[in-house]
């Protein structure tokens, strides 16, 4: 006799996280340099942007832009959207945040470049990536260390470095400039360097040193003073009971 026993097929999950996943396998970085200066351009313009509650700045994460085709991602080095919000996510779905990134930069290497330049670019430009910049941490690559981009008719065209070498972004308001040791990034108001959330608390704990040792020094140049005056007026008083004597015996 045949069983009668009925199996039950086992649940399949198709959660957001199956259909877009949050990993593709690739490391962060192909060389120490790179995550480096990674790393180093996220806690810079982190920290820039960590007062304005809209602005969200991030690095590799898996970013897709077509609904409902998974293969269809990006996962910029470095990248700024304005108006969506600081809330963590795991993934940046365009169609569910509304828009695009507003600024990527990309950190070139050997193997990326090309794509870089190629099929990656005409991606952003396609998604509508108002500005895209390129940096080579070895400068062995692209045809400039340091490139910018910005979106005009639906096209990329490169913005013109200014007279100190710099590459101004509009969309930033900020400067990029290449460094002997990497890149730095300045204000285009003030002209002052950006500086990681670590540098500018040992900036801030060498003025609290200096504010101190100022204030030592002034304590110690005013006792000195009050001794000196102290000084003074004992010699005065020593002078005048001398001259008081000299007249009383005469």
Not at 154 to 164: H, M, Q, W
Request: net charge negative; hydrophobic share 35%.
């Amino acid at each position: 006799m045949a069983s009668s026993k009925q199996y039950q097929i086992p649940y399949a999950r198709t959660d957001e996280s199956d259909i877009y996943p949050e990993l593709d396998g690739e490391p962060l970085a192909e060389t120490e340099r790179h995550l480096r200066e990674i790393f180093r351009m996220l806690d810079i313009l982190g920290t820039h942007f960590a007062e304005i509650p809209d602005v969200y700045v991030w690095s590799n994460m898996m970013m897709y832009y077509e609904k409902g085709n998974p293969r269809a991602f990006v996962k910029p080095d470095i990248f700024v959207s304005f108006g969506i919000g600081k809330q963590e996510r795991r993934i940046y779905k365009v169609w569910e945040e509304g828009k695009p990134p507003d600024f990527i930069m990309e950190f070139a290497s050997r193997s990326t470049y090309n794509n870089d330049l190629g099929g990656k670019k005409e991606i952003y430009a396609a998604m509508g990536v108002t500005e895209y910049f390129l940096y080579d941490p070895f400068r062995c690559c692209l045809p400039a260390p340091l490139m910018g981009f910005r979106l005009f008719d639906g096209d990329y065209v490169e913005i013109l470095p200014l007279a100190n070498g710099g590459v101004p972004s509009e969309t930033l308001n900020l400067e990029f400039l290449l460094q002997d040791d990497g890149i730095g990034v300045y204000t285009t108001m003030a002209g002052g360097q950006l500086k990681t959330r670590a540098e500018q608390e040992a900036d801030a704990r060498h003025q609290e040193v200096i504010a101190r040792q100022n204030a030592e020094a002034r304590a110690q140049r005013e006792a000195e003073a009050r001794r000196d005056a102290e000084a003074e007026l004992a010699e005065l008083r020593e002078k005048l009971k001398r001259l008081e004597a000299k007249s009383t015996n005469s």
